[in-house]
C-alpha cells in the first residue's frame, strides 16, 4: 500500500500563488507516475496535470497550463504543485494520486480511473 498526504493548501486572495505538496510514504516507488486533481463541490473531480515517473513527461490541462507547474523530488518521494495566478474558478479540493502500472514511468494519463492511490485531499479556497 501507499499512503498520500496532501499539505500545503489554505486560503489565498485571487491573484496570489500557493504550493501544494504530497508526500508518499509505505510501499512506496519512485517509478510510479503521479497527477493532481481537483473537485468542486458540485462538480466532477478534474484532471489538472501528470508527471511521468521518470519526470520526463509531464501534461497539463487546459485549465490550468501555464499557471500551475508540477514537480517531483523523488530522493523525498514527494510531488509539488506551483499554483500561480490563482482566480475563484480554482477552488476546490485537490487530490494527489499514483499510479502503480510500469507504464507510468514513462507516461502520463489523464483520467481518475487510472489510478491507484488517493490522498485524502487538501483544501484550497481562492477568494476574489
Known amino acids: 500500500q501507499v499512503q498520500l498526504v496532501e499539505s500545503g493548501g489554505g486560503l489565498v486572495q485571487a491573484g496570489g500563488s500557493l504550493r501544494l505538496s504530497c508526500a508518499a510514504s509505505?510501499?512506496?516507488?519512485?517509478?510510479?507516475?503521479m497527477a493532481w486533481f481537483r473537485q468542486a463541490p458540485g462538480k466532477e473531480r478534474e484532471f489538472l496535470v501528470g508527471i511521468s515517473g521518470n519526470g520526463r513527461s509531464t501534461h497539463y490541462s487546459d485549465s490550468v497550463k501555464g499557471r500551475f507547474t508540477i514537480s517531483r523530488d523523488n530522493a523525498k518521494n514527494t510531488v509539488y504543485l506551483q499554483m500561480n495566478t490563482l482566480n475563484s474558478e480554482d477552488t476546490a479540493v485537490y487530490y494527489c494520486a499514483a499510479d502503480a502500472r510500469a507504464s507510468s514511468y514513462w507516461l502520463v494519463y489523464g483520467t481518475a480511473g487510472e489510478y491507484d492511490y488517493w490522498g485524502q485531499g487538501t483544501q484550497v479556497t481562492v477568494s476574489s
Open positions: 509505505g510501499r512506496t516507488s519512485i517509478n510510479y507516475g
